[in-house]
């Protein structure tokens, strides 16, 4: 069975960004963290201005781990919170393809949304993504046909938010999978104390991947 990761344009897109970010990100992100410190503590409203800069894209390593969950789960109907500029967005298009499905994608930044379609489209993926502009409690509020593989990405204190707004679409033995956990890892604290009670119907486990992953499946 073809993998889409291996297609020229795809690898040579993905090669291209994850160097970009490379450059880009250490610096930015430390001004982030800096400010974050300084300024306000557990709210990212804060640095939003320094964000807008940022990749903040999943690491090469981190990507194949979601194509290979997404492909091993054959999941069809794939959601991001959080598009950026598209890198985890092109993995996951890697895998609906593959599974022959679709990923809805929302970024709150119109030229990050932008930037992102040029690269789904230079990677040759644009087809299999829906990109949603603004308020993911407002873009995501409609999903045709539920979803089976959740990717959080996008700000760290709406990930809970984000999930219940998404539960009564989730199927059984969906992924959730939430990124950056060593981003604002006080902000992580809501998210996680729910996926890790067992009563809100989820197994959860930590994946000391990139900045940290939290991987949970929905049992109940």
């Known amino acids: 069975m073809a993998c889409s990761l291996n297609e020229r344009d795809v690898a040579r897109t993905l090669a291209r960004l994850h160097e970009a970010a490379d450059v880009n990100d250490p610096t930015v992100l430390a001004r982030v963290h800096a400010e974050w ?6 709210d990212e409203s804060a640095v939003a201005h320094l964000l807008d800069e940022a990749f903040i894209s999943v690491s090469p390593e981190v990507g194949r ?3 290979v969950l997404a492909r091993a789960s054959n999941s069809k109907s794939l959601v991001e919170f959080g598009t950026s500029f598209g890198v985890s967005t092109i993995y996951l298009a890697c895998a609906a393809r593959d599974n022959g499905g679709h990923v809805v994608t929302t970024e709150l930044s ?6 992102a379609g040029e690269h789904l489209a230079e990677a040759g993926v644009r087809e299999y993504v829906d990109l949603r502009v603004g308020d993911a409690l407002q873009t995501l509020a409609e999903l045709n046909g539920g979803a089976d593989f959740v990717l959080l990405d996008g700000w760290k204190n709406l990930y809970l938010p984000v999930l219940k707004l998404l539960e009564p679409k989730l199927a059984q033995r969906a992924l959730v999978i939430a990124d950056d956990l060593d981003l604002f890892p ?3 604290k809501p998210y996680l ?12 486990v930590e994946v000391p991947m990139g900045d940290r992953l939290d991987v949970a499946v929905r049992v109940g």
Not at 193 to 204: C, D, H, I, L
């Open 65 to 67: 781990l979601l194509y």
């Open 37 to 42: 410190k300084e300024k306000c503590e557990v």
């Open 193 to 204: 104390e729910y996926v890790r009670n067992q009563a809100n119907g989820y197994v959860s």
């Open 110 to 115: 119109a030229e990050k949304a932008r930037k």
């Open 186 to 188: 006080e902000v992580h």
